[in-house]
């Protein structure tokens, strides 16, 4: 039987903790910053790629399903 949208469940004490929303505010501007620059358009399907967990600098454009296959 497939799984359904809610048997995924997420940590949602991890996700409400300050550090957390820090860095995913960081995420958000790096994503923002790269659409006013050009760098990546709505719905192209692109991530922001930050190379060792670097969330300070802009980033890199990856293609989405490259960048959610790294580990």
Same mark, same amino acid.
């Given at each position: 039987m497939p799984k359904r949208h809610d048997d995924y469940k997420y /940590? %949602?004490?991890?996700? *409400?903790?300050?550090?957390q929303k820090h860095r995913r *505010? %960081?995420?958000?501007k790096?994503?923002?910053? *790269? %659409? +006013? +620059? =050009? +760098?990546? #358009? +709505? =719905? /192209?399907?692109? /991530?922001? #790629?930050h190379p060792d967990h670097d969330l300070t600098g802009? =980033?890199?454009?990856v293609n989405q399903s490259r960048n959610r296959s790294l580990k």
């Amino acid at each position: 039987m497939p799984k359904r949208h809610d048997d995924y469940k997420y /940590d %949602l004490e991890y996700e *409400a903790s300050e550090e957390q929303k820090h860095r995913r *505010a %960081l995420r958000n501007k790096a994503r923002r910053d *790269a %659409l +006013k +620059k =050009g +760098k990546v #358009h +709505k =719905g /192209d399907r692109v /991530d922001i #790629h930050h190379p060792d967990h670097d969330l300070t600098g802009l =980033g890199v454009p990856v293609n989405q399903s490259r960048n959610r296959s790294l580990k």
